[in-house]
């Protein structure tokens, strides 16, 4: 499947998403147990790993990693860092309505894209992008 994918020049790993660097998410799934339970988190996005379809979260998935001095003016420790949730467990998260909300994108009339989310009560577009 993977080689039929290659030689029309799409790579499995090519994923779309309107989440960007800086927006706020929360994890709708995933953890591995109940001392690493991460669902219902919340954080800001710090980077994204497209090959693996990866997004790195402030404070959510602390993983710990054991560095060695290399030399002596170098301090060595364990050493804790964000791990990484698969994109597909992250929804945007909306601070004042404090709750995940779907994105979607509306062309303007002047015909600029922007970002966006239905209200749930007004059923209205809003717009988180500035216009």
Not at 21 to 47: A, Y
Not at 107 to 117: A, Q
């Amino acid at each position: 499947m993977a080689r039929k994918l290659a030689k029309k020049g799409i790579n499995k790993h090519d994923f779309t998403t309107l989440l960007r660097t800086g927006d706020t998410v929360m994890v709708i799934s995933g953890g591995n147990s109940k001392s690493r339970e991460i669902k219902g988190q919340t954080g800001k996005i710090l980077r994204f790993n497209t090959k693996r379809c990866r997004v790195f979260i402030e404070g959510v998935n602390m993983i710990k990693r054991h560095k060695r001095a290399r030399s002596a003016q170098e301090v060595g420790g364990i050493i804790e860092k964000e791990g990484s949730v698969h994109i597909s467990n992250v929804m945007y998260f909306s601070d004042e309505l404090k709750r995940p909300l779907r994105l979607r994108q509306k062309l303007l009339d002047n015909g600029k894209k922007v970002r966006g989310f239905t209200h749930p009560e007004t059923k209205k577009f809003e717009q988180i992008d500035a216009a």
